[in-house]
């Protein structure tokens, strides 16, 4: 397993679109964490899953966006009727249960 | 170039010298501290960690304090070499149990050759 992966690494759209994102977590990791960063700013926190229990939701999350982890591996984020302010990093990190955090690369978004 | 709006903190060092970086955090609670490096176009890539109930922690060319009186953590980088060119965010974890982090704004540290 060579790390945290997500798919694509960079997606433009059109304001309204659904755009919706892909991440796989390092395969034993129970935990799996999606994190946005803006330009310039640190990451900060969305959401995470333990399994596939989604067991925090930040206030940031707005109901455009939705997360899921149907069986406990993958994960997706789906943003729906996106704003430019949805233009974005969203990375997604993976972990033990109380163990390090480690991220993927991320996927940029655009929206025009 | 830098946007409108962006006031990321910038440190530039000669290669070979040491560099230091300083972040605040905001919660008193917060019982597990992280520095992170995240190249361009990357996610942020584990330095080094240190717990509450130390002050003071060495890895392999670097080192973290920790100040938890002022809530103040560093980052020392010794003989900084061109790799080390990225930007350094501290971050914090809120919440034991779920391991939420709360990252600082941070640095951007730039190695002239």
């Known amino acids: 397993d060579t790390g945290v992966s997500q798919n694509p690494r960079h997606k433009i759209t059109k304001r309204g679109q659904n755009v919706t994102f892909r991440c796989d977590p390092i395969s034993e990791h129970n935990r799996l964490y999606w994190y946005r960063q803006t330009l310039g700013q640190g990451p900060e926190f969305l959401t995470y899953f333990q399994n596939e229990a989604q067991l925090e939701k930040s206030r940031l999350l707005s109901d455009r966006f939705s997360a899921e982890r149907p069986k406990g591996s993958f994960s997706t984020l789906e943003i729906q009727r996106t704003e430019q302010g949805d233009s974005a990093m969203y990375l997604c990190?993976?972990?033990?249960?109380?163990?390090?955090?480690?991220f993927g690369p991320g996927t940029r978004l655009t929206v025009l | 170039g830098e946007s409108v709006g962006l006031h990321l903190p910038t440190l530039s060092v000669q290669e070979g010298d040491n560099s230091i970086i300083n972040c605040a955090y905001s919660?008193?609670?917060?019982?597990?501290f992280i520095w992170y490096k995240q190249e361009s176009g990357k996610g942020p890539q584990f330095i080094i960690d240190?717990?509450?109930?130390?002050d003071k922690r060495q890895g392999q060319r670097v080192t973290v304090l920790l100040n938890k009186t002022v809530k103040h953590l560093s980052l020392q980088i010794a003989a900084t070499q061109p790799g080390d060119s990225a930007v350094y965010f501290c971050a914090e974890r809120v919440n034991q149990g779920a391991q939420k982090l709360v990252f600082g704004q941070g640095t951007r540290l730039t190695i002239n050759p």
């Open positions: 919660n008193s609670a917060s019982d597990y």
């Open positions: 240190i717990r509450s109930n130390m």
């Open positions: 990190a993976s972990s033990h249960s109380g163990g390090l955090l480690e």
